[in-house]
């Protein structure tokens, strides 16, 4: 085999690798979002069902706030020490979060300690995937060759929805073959928590046999400098990571986590329905990231974000109107692919733009930290933000402020340069 083949199968083998420890992660968070209606009585005394599923999405919304120490760390950490020791690392928190929460004792067994033992695990879910973010991308970003970056970058987000598809197939069959609700509710709920404390010496074994990027080397002439310092002195690219994060990830999360009771609590689907549609679209928003990224790399990263953002801006209170406002699930369905279609102008991109954005020396912390930050205000507390309107009578407020966010970022990517030509990774014309 030739050096040419040997470096382009090491490269596939990396990302291949890369985006299999992500799926995990991402199946394990999203886990807790599939299958909190089942669980959220199990963590507190209140009758009130609303009142304990408002809870379980404080404990989902608490889990993204310590996400930003999560990039801090992990990204320093990653860009002194190496993306795949830092990755290793992630996947086998993020499991032990998850084996944490399978065998934890509930509310009737031992009162308070319950919400607490599972707080602590979603802090340390929430501490890896602050992590994860960050050295993935900048992972996939410096592993993908120059001309194609925007496609292999990709396959973060083919991953991710992977991993949040897996968590909603899992609960699908465990609805529709093999347990009652009242099983589910009972005890059920910790097998899919199980699943993904077992999945972790896969990912681990997969990461071990990663090749680590090229782009790190040129990073260790940096070490006498404090990454965190080297990043305040990019607060243009900092400023830039916030601003066209806001409404990306709020729109993210409230297409892919809160859908699925909006589905049921606002469209009037039943539980089973809502999990079959929510997993149908997630499923074809999957499969055209690959497609946005290769298109990327051939007429840049800022048509896509700005498509995303005029769309997002015009069409977010509508559609989610209209899905209030039909009660069949092939309606919903071909609403909900629609929105995600205007997503995908977003986040088929967004790992590869921030990557894009900083010196090598402090990429994964320069993509990490900032995103993580901004994801905790903005997609953490989407889907507590959406339960607590619907629960006052001001459901549609909530869209509201979807479509302002997304507006904010839409200006953001008018103003910001392409960071496929002109970028810290080089121009593609240069492969």
């Not at 999405?57 to 992990?74: K, T």
């Not at 032990?96 to 300690?113: D, E, H």
């Not at 083919?158 to 005890?187: F, K, M, S």
């Amino acid at each position: 085999m030739s050096d040419t083949q040997q470096t382009a199968a090491g490269r596939v083998r990396s990302i291949v690798g890369g985006s299999i420890g992500n799926l995990i992660e991402w199946y394990d968070f999203y886990v807790y979002a599939a299958f909190s209606p089942y669980f959220a009585s199990s963590f507190s005394d209140e009758d009130d069902p609303v009142a304990a599923q408002l809870g379980a999405a404080g404990v989902f919304a608490l889990g993204f706030l310590i996400r930003p120490v999560g990039g801090w760390w992990m990204g320093v950490f990653a860009d002194r020490h190496g993306r795949r020791t830092a990755l290793m690392t992630s996947v086998s928190l993020m499991c032990f979060g998850s084996l944490v929460i399978a065998l934890c004792p509930t509310y009737a067994q031992v009162g308070v300690t319950a919400p607490a033992i599972l707080l602590v695990a979603r802090l340390l879910q929430g501490l890896s995937l602050g992590g994860e973010y960050g050295t993935s991308a900048t992972y996939l970003s410096e592993a993908a060759t120059q001309a194609h970056r925007g496609f292999y970058s990709s396959f973060q987000y083919v991953t991710l929805i992977l991993g949040q598809l897996l968590a909603t197939t899992t609960l699908i069959v465990l609805q529709r073959a093999l347990l009652t609700d009242a099983q589910l509710e009972a005890w059920g709920w910790r097998i899919p928590f199980a699943i993904g404390a077992l999945l972790a010496i896969v990912g681990l074994s997969m990461r071990r046999g990663m090749i680590e990027t090229a782009e790190l080397g040129s990073g260790h002439q940096h070490h006498a400098t404090s990454p965190t310092r080297e990043l305040l002195r990019h607060p243009r690219e900092v400023a830039t990571v916030v601003g066209l994060t806001a409404g990306g990830t709020l729109a993210f999360y409230t297409y892919t986590v809160y859908m699925q009771r909006f589905l049921v609590t606002s469209v009037g689907l039943d539980r089973e329905t809502s999990t079959l549609v929510s997993a149908a679209s997630l499923f074809v928003f999957m499969l055209v990231q690959p497609a946005y990224g290769a298109l990327s790399d051939r007429i840049g990263r800022r048509p896509l974000l700005i498509g995303f953002g005029v769309l997002g801006t015009l069409a977010t209170v509508p559609l989610t109107t209209a899905m209030t406002r039909v009660h069949d699930p092939y309606s919903a369905f071909g609403l909900l692919v629609a929105a995600l279609l205007i997503v995908s102008g977003y986040t088929s991109v967004n790992p590869v733009v921030k990557a894009e954005l900083f010196p090598a020396s402090i990429r994964a912390l320069g993509v990490g930290f900032p995103y993580a930050l901004t994801v905790s205000v903005f997609g953490g507390t989407a889907e507590y933000l959406a339960t607590w309107l619907k629960r006052e009578g001001h459901e549609s407020w909530f869209f509201y402020y979807v479509t302002a966010c997304i507006f904010v970022s839409l200006v953001v990517y008018l103003r910001m340069p392409d960071t496929r030509t002109h970028g810290t990774m080089g121009s593609p014309t240069q492969e």
